[in-house]
């Protein structure tokens, strides 16, 4: 069975500090991995996603992940945080139609 | 990108009463639809898988008659939540995928039973 781990709950940074949130997951099959943020009063938005190829991989908003087969993670960084990055990040995995959710991670950065 | 409409956004309904939420993939077929419970500065609680054509998987301890969805087409899934109670309060969020792709979310909605 799929199972995704996210062991940051709560992470407060200042603005400009670099930011990297863990995620490990568990599933032997085909291994698709996303992540996705909620900012305050909307609804969850893809940041990026890894299917195959490139490791390492670009979204939106200055954030990248790197998917390490041999740790089973899949780590989201940004180099430098701004106050707009306070949100909830969510690592999903998902192989044919399932989707496993983390627990979530709630980043607050504060000025 | 993909655009999953969730309406209503907003709804309160009496002690009781049954309240119906739709689920639309505006422009893809989703061959798969989630439903999904956030409480209050919580994850998301998967509530129930539904495929096309097929009856939903409940995740344990959801109430599958309390629960009722339906996926009728690849563009539409409805959740209705029968004799509503006051505990039944949550926001529901809908998501929708294909085979292998990422998933799409619809915007919530906040459900207020009074």
């Known amino acids: 069975a799929q199972s995704v781990s996210q062991h940051n709950h709560h992470v407060i940074l200042s603005e400009a500090a670099s930011l990297e949130l863990g995620c490990n997951y568990s599933?032997?099959?085909?291994?698709?991995l996303f992540w996705y943020v909620q900012y305050p009063g909307q609804h969850l938005q893809l940041l990026l996603k890894?299917?195959?190829?490139?490791?390492l991989v670009k979204g939106i908003k200055g954030f990248e992940a790197e998917f390490i087969k041999s740790k089973f993670s899949f780590n989201l960084r940004k180099p430098s945080v701004q106050w707009s990055d306070t949100a909830e990040y969510f690592c999903?995995?998902?192989?044919?139609?399932?989707?496993?959710f983390g627990t979530g991670t709630q980043l607050k950065v504060e000025l | 990108g993909a655009v999953v409409s969730q309406h209503p956004s907003r709804v309160i309904c009496k002690s009781g009463t049954s309240v119906k939420i739709e689920c639309r993939s505006l422009?893809?077929?989703?061959?798969?639809m989630f439903w999904y419970r956030q409480f209050p500065k919580q994850s998301l609680m998967l509530m129930a898988t539904?495929?096309?054509?097929?009856?939903?998987?409940?995740e344990q301890g959801v109430e599958k008659d309390k629960f009722l969805i339906n996926h009728a087409s690849l563009t539409l899934s409805t959740l209705t939540v029968t004799s509503a109670h006051p505990e039944d309060s949550s926001f529901y969020i809908c998501s929708a995928k294909q085979m292998n792709t990422e998933a799409f979310f619809g915007q919530g909605t906040r459900l207020t039973v009074v």
């Open positions: 999903l995995t998902g192989g044919g139609n399932k989707l496993t």
């Open positions: 599933y032997g099959g085909t291994v698709n």
């Open positions: 539904s495929n096309e054509g097929s009856k939903a998987t409940y």
């Open positions: 890894y299917f195959s190829g490139d490791p």
């Open positions: 422009d893809f077929q989703a061959t798969t």
